[in-house]
């Protein structure tokens, strides 16, 4: 593990406005004080989260427990019950889902029902965030119980009475983005987020160390690029919106628009691929395997703009251990591979897409063509039913006068429900909204 990347890893939690940030922000600087680039500081303010030891108390015993963000302190006492039947005033314990993001699922449906809180148990013990929306919006939706993740054998504490200690501490704060350049003219920027739950060896302290190697390795050779060293990948806004994620790039984005975002997320073990906006992937294909966009990275926010962007990763080949405690090394020839593609991907100079917005029944085009494609083309949240959802990177008039019917709801990513319930008229609202946009 390179220098960086173990620097990173050694804070267990690095948490965006926790104090051990300023420390890693004072490193990370320095390792940027080099002639001729530029260091900038945005300040983003954040929700500070962490916890200070939580467990559970059970005859006579403790069992150590990861409270999960952004649960509240609590001390409850209730009976263990599995989520069926009456669960009201009661703890439930239930198996980590199948996908683990789907965990606020459970707790929405405990919560429905009455329940106190929520244990999650199994192997490995994770952070993952859960909130108190369907749906995924910038509207403040925090939890309305808390929930813990346990080891296996919490399973067994079923039918006892038990007591949750929850011991958090939360309160609003600032972070920063790190931005470093060389040029002021308009290029290219590299990045990554810094913060990270747990260990956070893959997550993401091999995708910092590689956008550092590439941006220095450019530098050195005098061509034009930019570096963003993103907080608050992993949340979250002071408000805790149900689209928690990628809130630092979602501030850094809303003032400045690099040429090209070339992202590096989850880079520090398995097989590395491209997740490239479509009308890139010609030129991206040629350098490493690429797949469509997919939202679980700061990309989302270039992405739902229509903006040309790229991000490299291997989440798929760590999700065994995604957000645990196991993630706790990396492959330094991974993070060569990654910041190598990263330095080819930064000289990419994409051409801007050209979308016939009048194929589509819009007479109207906007004469930005970055706006134009993302009207066509963005994400949508599904919904089969209350339990569970799906993102998916889709051509949204086609995809809601085609398919879009079968399902149960469906929202943009972070905008408006365009259905719930009978989702045929769906297209027909898209549209409405698209004319009013326009």
Known sequence: MGEIARRCASYRDLAAGSPEEREWINYIASILDVPLVWLHLQPVEVLYWRDKGSRIEAEGAEMPV???????????????????????????????????????YVVLEAADKGALAVVFYGEPRRRIVVTD???????????????????????????????????????????????????????????????HWLAGGADNCGGVEAAVIAFLDLVAEDYPVALGLFTAEEGVAPHIPSLYWAWGSHLYFKRWHPSLLVN??????GSPRA??????????????????????????????????????????DIWSIYHSPLDDSVD???????????????????????????????????DNPYEAWALVYNYLVLFKGRDRSDIAYVNVFDFLRGEGRDYWRIDLLGGPTLCVGNCSDAYDVYRELVYMRL
């Open 133 to 195: 929306e369907l749906g995924f919006k910038y509207d403040a939706a925090p939890p309305s119980i808390p929930a813990v993740s346990a080891p296996p054998e919490a399973s067994r504490l079923a039918g006892k009475r038990i007591r949750l200690e929850v011991g958090v501490e939360s309160r609003l704060a600032y972070s920063y983005n790190v931005v470093a350049m060389n040029s002021f003219d308009d290029t290219a920027m590299i990045s990554a987020h810094y913060d």
């Open 275 to 316: 997740y490239a906006m479509p009308y890139l992937r010609e030129a991206v294909k040629g350098i490493m395997p690429v797949e469509g966009p997919r939202a679980d990275y700061d990309s989302l926010n270039y992405e739902m703009a229509g903006r040309p962007a790229i991000t490299i990763s291997s989440l798929e």
């Open 264 to 269: 590096l997320d989850v880079v520090g073990r």
């Open 332 to 366: 330094d020839s991974v993070v060569i591979f990654a910041a190598e593609a990263a330095k080819k991907m930064a000289k990419l100079k994409p051409q801007a897409p050209d979308i016939n917005l009048v194929e589509y029944g819009i007479p109207h085009k906007p």
């Open 66 to 104: 990861l409270a999960m963000p952004y649960s509240r302190s609590a001390s409850l006492e209730g009976r263990a019950v599995v989520l069926r039947g009456d669960v009201e005033g009661s703890i439930v314990l239930a198996p980590w889902p199948r996908e683990i993001n789907d965990a606020k």
